[in-house]
């Protein structure tokens, strides 16, 4: 055990410790039932370079939807249409890290988990 | 040479058997590693209410990392060595106390004086034959137990370790992103915690019945009759047992 760690973690644990780390437990589960709520309602849209190719996703990462233009149906190969998606696809999963990310600054932008 | 001692038949050449290996030392680091990452999110995380390490944290009053730390630099050696010191000194006392005896045999002297004399050396050659060579197998009989003890909690503590150090919640606790501060740690956190009071509450239920035996111990005086020279085994050997004076 690091001293930095030894000094911020108690060596002994009374009543009174039991008591707020059970409220701590509580208050954590709140808050991350909080963000699990926001987020699964929260959508992010990413749209391909191209334009051609949308991806719907939540901000706790889940696939909504996947829209493809007509369009790109007659200019792109199957193959360059698969690129296309997978790369749209790893796009929205970053977004819907940033999304959450910028969820949680905004909901708990006071919190502090104890030193 | 075999004398009657407090509560059995020791020879004079007595010596208290040594503790076991319990090889905590080979897995210690890594252990304390663990408890340390269990402690670190018990405080940061806090403890699910009705979790089984509720109970134990108010039981052993302090956090598991604490505890086999406290565990791990004890060494049941110096208890021993202890012991053993005091069994050589028994034996020197015996050896000392038997041509006590032949020499006031020979005294050439009789009347008043010779019983008065006779009256006072009985007392002490009682004390140097019987009394302190008693006291003193008392005092390093529990001396040993008491390193005994010592190595059965410390091999709990090792068999904890060689059964949860890597199961799924030392892995879900050690791939937590613990000390992150984002969504990606508060999402976590609630495995993370749970994680660790699995492993507190397993490493506290490894310890206790090893502990309630050192209450067993606590309460035996040195002196004492009624109790064995050593610690017996129980579970197969691994886990060593005070009987109850």
């Known amino acids: 055990m690091t001293d930095e760690r030894e000094a911020r973690v108690p060596r002994e644990v009374d009543e009174a410790w039991i008591e707020a780390a059970t409220e701590h437990y509580r208050r954590l589960e709140r808050c991350r039932a909080v963000l699990a709520d926001r987020a699964a309602g929260a959508d992010v849209t990413v ?27 007659r200019s792109r190969s199957a193959r360059e249409l698969s690129r296309t998606v997978l790369a749209a696809c790893q796009q929205a999963r970053t977004a819907a890290e940033w999304a959450q990310e910028k969820l949680h600054e905004q909901l708990f932008a006071g919190f502090r988990y104890p030193d | 040479m075999t ?31 663990l408890l340390d990452h269990v402690d670190h999110a018990l405080h940061r995380y806090g403890v699910a209410p009705g979790h089984a390490i509720v109970a134990g944290l108010r039981e052993f009053r302090a956090l598991p990392g604490a ?27 015996l050896a000392a106390a038997a041509p006590l005896d032949r020499y006031a045999d020979r005294l050439g002297w009789a009347g008043a004086g010779r019983a008065a004399f006779d009256g ?34 410390r091999a709990a503590l090792r068999d904890f370790f060689l059964r949860y150090g890597t199961g799924p919640a030392a892995v879900d606790l050690r791939t937590a992103p613990v000390g992150t501060g984002g969504a990606a740690e508060l999402s976590a956190s609630g495995t993370a915690a749970v994680a660790a009071a699995d492993l507190g509450a397993a490493c506290f239920a490894a310890l206790r019945p090893v502990l309630a035996d050192g209450g067993a111990l606590r309460r035996g005086v040195p002196g004492g009759s009624g109790g064995r020279d050593e610690p017996v085994a129980r579970g197969g050997g691994r886990v060593l047992r005070v009987e109850p004076e």
């Open chain 1, 47 to 73: 749209r391909s370079g191209d334009g051609l190719v949308e991806i719907v996703v939540t901000a706790d990462g889940a696939f909504r939807d996947v829209r493809i233009a007509e369009s790109a149906l």
């Open chain 2, 3 to 33: 004398r009657a001692v407090g509560d059995g038949i020791l020879p004079a050449g007595w010596r208290p058997a040594a503790p076991p290996a319990d090889r905590l030392d080979a897995v210690a680091d890594d252990l304390l590693d």
């Open chain 2, 67 to 93: 505890v086999a730390a406290a565990i791990v630099h004890t060494d049941p050696a110096v208890p021993w060595q202890a012991a053993h010191d005091l069994a050589v000194r028994r034996s020197a006392v």
């Open chain 2, 120 to 153: 006072r050396w009985a007392v002490l050659s009682a004390h140097l034959s019987d009394g302190l060579p008693a006291s003193l197998a008392a005092a390093a009989r529990h001396g040993a137990r008491l390193a005994h003890w010592y190595a059965g909690l």
